[in-house]
């Protein structure tokens, strides 16, 4: 039987698409979304969610029907698991870190290793930087007993994409384990990387210095680590100019991340500024998971084996949404605490158990 999801619900964005179609595919069952990005100004598919879908396709082998531009209802049909060597180009600078977080989920259940290589956007706006990808998001997957390789080969910029990067996975988990992070503990020390590809060392060296002097400002009295990426001119193998800087506050038990892109006429001091009080806004919740992993945690909760507890520092609508979707297409029991729109909330999940074929 064909569970229909209806894509304008909640947040009515591309991420309803992602994640039914990641559980789906985890859960071998048939989805039809209809409505797809119905909230949006340009809604229908965009070429990140047809590369999405396209990789999930090819590893469940699945019948689809529906998946080009613009198109605003779509079938999947999976038809078991097929790991090996993928490579695929998004052919724009849509967001390479969006299209993972459809994938991801689904390498978790594999039976065996994949190696994927994806071209596209690893920087853009709306969407995770890849350094919060590799350095927040990762070590949580960690956590659930998923060991992911995410290799950064090229950075891609709006608006000329590009980015490279190289995803691989070891034997995978045979199931996820639940977490348990209520406590954030304190903060030990914050970590952080900026970057510019095609444009001069200062940049990102301004984009770290500013994010550094904001956070001291604030008060806060643990180390600052801030790396600094840039290229000599002659041997910068990116397509395009673009610059960026993600943090991470390392604390007891948990980590929190931020991030911030610059653009053409945004200082750099605005741009370290924006990332460091980001930061601050989520350290200052006192939770253990920021707002944007709050959400991008779900599908692994409702899939792992035992009962999840966490605290997070804003339930935004992504988060709601996911939780609405999580009760539709699961049988995972997920239970809000003290929640409300953009307010920190308690999120307990009893996972369905899932294990690898």
Same mark, same amino acid.
């Given at each position: !039987?064909?569970?229909?999801?209806?894509?304008? !619900?909640?947040?009515?964005?591309?991420?309803?698409?992602?994640?039914?179609?990641?559980?789906?595919?985890?859960?071998? *069952?048939?989805?039809?979304?209809?409505?797809? $990005?119905?909230?949006?100004?340009?809604?229908?598919?965009?070429?990140?969610?047809?590369?999405? =879908?396209?990789?999930?396709?090819?590893?469940?082998?699945? /019948?689809? #029907?529906?998946?080009?531009? &613009?198109?605003?209802?779509?079938?999947?049909?999976?038809?078991?698991?097929?790991?090996? @060597?993928?490579?695929?180009?998004?052919?724009?600078?849509?967001?390479?870190?969006?299209?993972?977080?459809?994938?991801?989920?689904?390498?978790?259940?594999?039976?065996?290793?994949?190696?994927?290589?994806?071209? &596209?956007?690893?920087?853009?706006?709306?969407?995770?930087?890849?350094?919060?990808?590799?350095? =927040?998001?990762?070590?949580?997957?960690?956590?659930?007993?998923?060991?992911?390789?995410?290799?950064?080969?090229?950075?891609?910029?709006?608006?000329?994409?590009?980015?490279? =990067?190289?995803?691989?996975?070891?034997?995978?988990?045979?199931?996820? /384990?639940?977490? $348990?992070?209520?406590?954030?503990? /304190?903060?030990?020390?914050?970590?952080?990387?900026?970057?510019?590809?095609?444009?001069?060392?200062?940049?990102?060296? @301004?984009?770290?210095?500013?994010?550094?002097?904001?956070? *001291?400002?604030?008060?806060?009295?643990?180390?600052?680590?801030?790396?600094?990426?840039?290229?000599?001119?002659?041997?910068?193998?990116?397509?395009?100019?673009?610059?960026?800087?993600?943090?991470?506050?390392?604390?007891?038990?948990?980590?929190?991340?931020?991030?911030?892109?610059?653009? @053409?006429?945004?200082?750099?001091?605005?741009?370290?500024?924006?990332?460091?009080?980001?930061?601050?806004?989520?350290?200052?919740? &006192? !939770?253990?998971?920021? *707002?944007?992993?709050? #959400?991008?945690?779900?599908?692994?909760?409702?899939?792992?084996?035992?009962?999840?507890?966490?605290?997070?520092?804003?339930?935004?609508?992504?988060?709601?949404?996911?939780?609405?979707?999580?009760?539709?297409?699961?049988?995972?029991?997920?239970?809000?605490?003290?929640?409300?729109?953009? /307010?920190?909330?308690?999120?307990?999940?009893?996972?369905?158990?899932?294990?690898?074929?």
């Amino acid at each position: !039987m064909t569970l229909i999801i209806d894509g304008s !619900m909640g947040e009515g964005g591309g991420q309803i698409l992602r994640t039914a179609i990641a559980l789906s595919a985890v859960l071998q *069952k048939p989805v039809k979304v209809i409505n797809i $990005r119905a909230k949006r100004k340009n809604p229908g598919l965009q070429r990140q969610h047809l590369t999405a =879908v396209r990789i999930v396709a090819q590893l469940t082998k699945a /019948k689809v #029907d529906g998946n080009y531009l &613009g198109s605003t209802a779509l079938y999947f049909e999976p038809r078991g698991f097929y790991p090996g @060597r993928y490579r695929f180009d998004v052919g724009t600078a849509g967001s390479v870190t969006l299209v993972l977080q459809c994938v991801l989920p689904v390498l978790a259940f594999m039976p065996e290793p994949v190696e994927l290589e994806i071209i &596209g956007g690893t920087d853009v706006p709306w969407s995770p930087t890849i350094d919060y990808m590799k350095f =927040v998001v990762l070590p949580f997957l960690n956590k659930l007993g998923f060991k992911v390789e995410v290799r950064l080969i090229r950075r891609g910029h709006y608006p000329r994409g590009g980015g490279i =990067v190289r995803v691989r996975t070891s034997e995978p988990p045979r199931e996820l /384990k639940p977490l $348990r992070l209520v406590e954030r503990g /304190k903060v030990i020390k914050i970590q952080g990387h900026s970057h510019a590809v095609r444009l001069p060392k200062h940049v990102a060296e @301004r984009q770290a210095r500013a994010a550094k002097a904001r956070l *001291k400002e604030h008060g806060i009295d643990t180390p600052i680590e801030i790396s600094i990426e840039y290229y000599e001119p002659g041997k910068d193998p990116h397509l395009g100019p673009g610059s960026g800087i993600a943090l991470w506050a390392i604390t007891e038990y948990s980590i929190l991340g931020s991030d911030a892109l610059g653009a @053409r006429g945004k200082p750099a001091e605005v741009v370290g500024e924006e990332a460091a009080n980001k930061l601050i806004t989520e350290l200052d919740a &006192g !939770m253990c998971l920021d *707002k944007h992993m709050g #959400d991008i945690i779900i599908p692994y909760l409702v899939l792992a084996n035992g009962r999840s507890e966490i605290t997070v520092t804003a339930m935004t609508m992504h988060a709601y949404t996911m939780i609405e979707l999580a009760k539709i297409m699961t049988k995972a029991k997920l239970n809000v605490i003290n929640g409300g729109l953009e /307010k920190p909330f308690k999120l307990t999940v009893e996972g369905i158990g899932l294990k690898t074929k």
